[in-house]
């Protein structure tokens, strides 16, 4: 069982102070504050538009923020030289909506690519070490020769998680993992997240919509609302928040669906 991460003594592994987004007139962060702590799964939730993506962008690296300072393992992203950022960037895996695996590769010339670009691997090395990986997010062996058009939105999911973690990274950023999936796929894929979290000591940035996500796999939630985080914390204070938006989101009839479900599940789990 995983132990919760001690935040009083703990140096966040991303701390995120200040941060502004603006494209032309619209200002998507304003000001915004947010810490993730070594071992945790952080949930990010908030309306459409209110800047999960961006936050995330910002955080990778791949979007350049208007003002704020972003610390990620101890580093200042904005001050570090190109090298030492690709550095640092490697030390982090990135599951995107959709995948983003190559379509003319197959999936262990997909994972391959990083290890054979970045770790200085030989071909060879890269497509074995591909195979653990794949095996890592539960697929077979003979699914490393199938191009990504060959597999189910799940499977193909699952590989993106394996080159994701190609690197052996320290921190996993998941943006909407279990969009289009079935709800078993979900929550298999939900599984999925808790365990490598656990048996690799990952930290875990999670964008999600998915409210059977949040609750079998968050140990804290981030609302963004309003060009800030609103609140972070446990799931059942994030719920118990005065907010318009966090009320309709947790106390609707899916908010409460997931709730009972969660509910059930901890009751009938043995121990
Ligand atoms: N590169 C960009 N240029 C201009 N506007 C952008 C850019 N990227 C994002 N935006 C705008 O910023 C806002 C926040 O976008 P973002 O994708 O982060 O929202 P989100 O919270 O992830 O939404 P959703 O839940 O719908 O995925 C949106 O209004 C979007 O149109």
Known sequence: MHSEPDRQSAQ??????????????LVVHDQLDLDLYQGEILGVVGGSGTGKSVLLRSIVGLQHPSAGTIRVLGEDLMALAPDERSRLEQRFGVLYQGGALFTSLNLAENIALPLIEHAGLSRPEAEELALMKLALTGLPPEAAKNHPSELSGGMVKRASLARALALDPEILFLDEPTAGLDPIGAAAFDELIVTLRDALGLTVFLVTHDLDTLYSTCDRVAVLSRQKVLVADTLDAVADTRDEWVQAYFHGPRGRAAMTAHERQNNTEPG
């Open 12 to 25: 966040p592994v991303i701390q995120v102070r200040g941060l502004i987004n603006r494209f032309g007139d």
